[in-house]
């Protein structure tokens, strides 16, 4: 039985671990974003003026950034855009075809800021998986610390 009680305070220290880990994770994404200054435009589905400090607030700041660069392409992603640009090229209108590389740029950069605001997002999700996990060891090794170092053995009947 003392290999449960070993096993048990191991669990209990992977479990802090684990919880300080993801503690700082979290903390230090939501610093990084918060030293960007974003503010979620008043436009935004949900979290309109409130700054990008948490997973919720860049999830709907990266939904924002999609609607404009759709609203301003007309809904024509970046490969139609691609599209585009070939076929104006191909005709000759160069206007027309910087005019589509434009909103091509456009929208690639709005691509990437999306990914930089979802990439936090993830970065909260695993966090917050750490966390729980760390939870979960340390009261799995609080339960096999608990269990009694000693089981008595069962009583015989006797015949008398």
Do not use: C
Not at 2 to 21: E, F, Q, R
């Amino acid at each position: 039985m003392k290999v449960t009680k070993t096993v048990g305070v191991l669990s209990i220290i992977a479990g802090i671990v684990l919880i300080v880990a993801g503690a700082l994770t979290w903390g230090m994404v939501s610093s990084q974003l918060a030293d960007e200054n974003i503010t979620v435009p008043g436009d935004a589905r949900a979290f309109a003026g409130q700054e990008v400090r948490g997973p919720l607030t860049a999830f709907f700041q990266a939904d924002t950034i999609n609607m404009h660069a759709m609203n301003n392409t007309g809904g024509v992603t970046y490969a139609e855009l691609g599209t585009l640009v070939s076929e104006a090229n191909a005709a000759g209108d160069e206007e027309a075809a910087a005019e589509y590389q434009a909103q091509r740029d456009m929208v690639m950069n709005g691509s990437f800021l999306r990914a930089s605001l979802f990439t936090s997002v993830v970065s909260y999700g695993v966090a917050a998986l750490v966390m729980g996990l760390g939870l979960m060891f340390g009261l799995i090794g609080w339960a096999l610390v608990k269990i009694p170092q000693s089981v008595p053995a069962p009583e015989r009947a006797t015949d008398a």
